[in-house]
């Protein structure tokens, strides 16, 4: 079955091109950029090292398109490359999957039922394009937006979920020239619901890690609904399952929330271990990491609980925070700086009452050799230029892991007075280790002039007589209550400036000035 038929685009990219509508930005000096004309926030994505991408909203297009623009920049933010991508009516970003070679954005719209891919090839320029619309059968319809993964050749690979009495999915492959190499649909033969939670793709094996809820007793003063976890393996070529394995062993729940596929065909799994069937947070017990080979046998997990991480972190009641939800620990990442080693960089917070503002701590590292087994954990804390309030500590937050093939340092935010900064350090264990740090925002250009306003000489009395009633009341209440107190300044992050990693060793800082309609980047050393 056809999953995602592919739909034609229309000829608004060469027509927008050969219009000129997209005119390249003018290098103020190495290293800066302004890019006119554009009419609302865009985002900035970091190429691998390789340079950064601008992409935003340009025009209403025809034929039920928008028109996008992109610019694809050097490490140096000279335009590499300029497009106009004709993307469906209300379509939005839904992932961004960079390759060897390409770097592929889609965008999602029409209620879960179409998707654009658009890949871009950094080096040569070339760009593809694809409209795909995912098609019910008689009886199911699409369920909400696709899982889209990259994989090692380029492709890209899609799970969209259906449903009706049940709940199942379709799996699409695409290759790197987006062209649909297999579909197939997955449903359960009785009333069970399948929801695949995460995807990731190696050389043969598609992972899938799936929840299966079903009903016990139904219809009876005992019926309850019962969910379950498993880790299919789905084969790279004809989409036939090469294995189910269950998720639950020796009484334990494992909920995989991280999947990496490694060199030597195995994937590694990581997340929450729970003592029941439940996945509550209460019932948590640690965290694990398990392999799964290509033929579906699974390594012995291994599991590290909440005492032995208290133990790394200094924080005993670690545990206890964590399941009575005044403690948190999202494992934000699982990375390979070998291939097949593994590296779990969580980040531990804590708050004084359940659901209350939370004040950062370390992040901590879990460390996996190439067999599997834990080779050490350690915290990497949080180190500052200069001494933050515990106030302007809690605007700290991770941001990601540069640097995962070579010498891979943490980036995280960090707030000094009314000053964000971008912090960098190592995410080895050492006892030394120091941050650099450089600015993460702009400062804001001022206000073009306005225009001159007619002059109505009965509006200029009224603000008058509003001045100096004001002056008034302000001597009055000086005289009956003293002088005020000054108001406390508090930082406030401003959502038109931001920063994305750049090569190692810097940050890309932008601004937008919508004044302007103006998007102002510039590259700055970490120091």
Known sequence: MTTFPQRPLGGL??????????LPGRAQAQQQLSIKGVPGQPQLLPIEGKGYMALYRSEAGEDGHDLYAVRVLDPELKVKYQYALPVPVGAVPLATLPGKATYTLAFHSRGGAGLALYSF????GAQLGRELEALPDTRRAPAGAPLVVGTPTDGVCLVQPYRNDTTGYAITVLDANLKPEWSQMYFPKDLRQHVPLKVAVSKDV???????????????????????????????????????????RDGLTMLPE?????????????????????????????????????D??????VLTSWADLGKSLNDPSLGPRIQSRRGYLPLHELITTTGNDAKLIGEYSTSVQPGGASQPGPFVVLNFDATGKPSGIYPVARTFKAGSSADELRYSHYRNVVGKQAEPYLLYTGVEG???????????????????????????LPDPPAPP????????????FRKNLNTTAEVV?????????PQPVYFRQDPLTGFVAATPGKVLLYRYEPGRKMLRLQTVALQ
């Open 477 to 485: 209440n000086k005289f009956v209550y003293g002088e005020a107190p």
């Open 206 to 248: 598609i992972t899938l890690v799936l929840s299966d809820t079903y009903v016990v007793n139904r219809n009876l003063k005992t019926q309850r609904t019962i969910t379950d976890f498993s880790v299919l393996g789905i084969d790279r070529a004809s989409g036939r399952v090469l294995y189910r394995t269950p998720t639950r």
């Open 121 to 124: 090839n950094t080096q040569t």
């Open 258 to 294: 991280q999947l990496l596929p490694l060199a030597d065909g195995r994937v590694a799994t990581t997340g929450l271990y729970f003592n029941s069937r439940a996945t509550r947070v209460d019932s948590a017990q640690g965290v694990f990491l398990t392999t799964y080979k290509p």
């Open 453 to 464: 306003q007619p002059t109505n000489e009965l509006q200029q009395g009224i603000d008058l």
């Open 418 to 444: 009314q000053q964000e900064y971008a912090y960098a350090t190592v995410l080895a264990n050492v006892p030394t280790r120091t941050a650099v740090r450089a600015a993460s925002s702009l400062e804001k």
């Open 296 to 301: 579906g046998s699974a390594a012995a997990p």
């Open 13 to 22: 990219l060469t027509l927008a091109l050969a219009a000129g509508l997209l």
